[in-house]
């Protein structure tokens, strides 16, 4: 069966620095565009930061600068790593797996998230 499995959230003060986890199984996670999303209580899920296959990144504008996106294929494994937090950045944090093999078939995938809340 198909899991994403986040871990590394928590409670951190404003300015600190955080490092998510995601470990998957049951998917060939080398041909897997990763990503993080985000989503605050009464606000839609939005896109953080994603990683395909090959290398190429897409952040947010709001974290850019702060927040880096990386996996290793032989872990299973995407991070990110959140530096200089604000509250602003309470949310709770999902891990997506995606792959689109052909034009018409797409695989999608969601962990079940993680909590982060930035206060002081």
């Known amino acids: 069966q198909v899991q994403l499995v986040e871990s590394g959230g928590g409670l951190v003060q404003p300015g600190g620095s955080l490092r998510l986890s995601c470990a998957a199984s049951?998917?060939?996670?080398?041909?897997?565009?990763m990503g993080w999303y985000r989503q605050a209580p009464g606000k839609q899920r939005d896109l953080v930061a994603t990683l395909t296959s090959g290398g190429s990144t897409n952040y947010a504008d709001s974290v850019k600068g702060r927040f880096t996106i990386s996996r290793d294929n032989a872990k299973n494994t995407v991070y990110l790593q959140m530096n200089s937090l604000k509250p602003e950045d309470t949310a709770v944090y999902y891990c997506?797996?995606?792959?689109?093999?052909?034009?018409?078939?797409?695989?999608?995938?969601w962990g079940q998230g993680t909590q982060v809340t930035v206060s002081s």
């Open positions: 997506n797996a995606r792959w689109q093999p052909t034009y018409d078939i797409t695989r999608n995938y």
């Open positions: 049951g998917i060939g996670f080398s041909v897997y565009a």
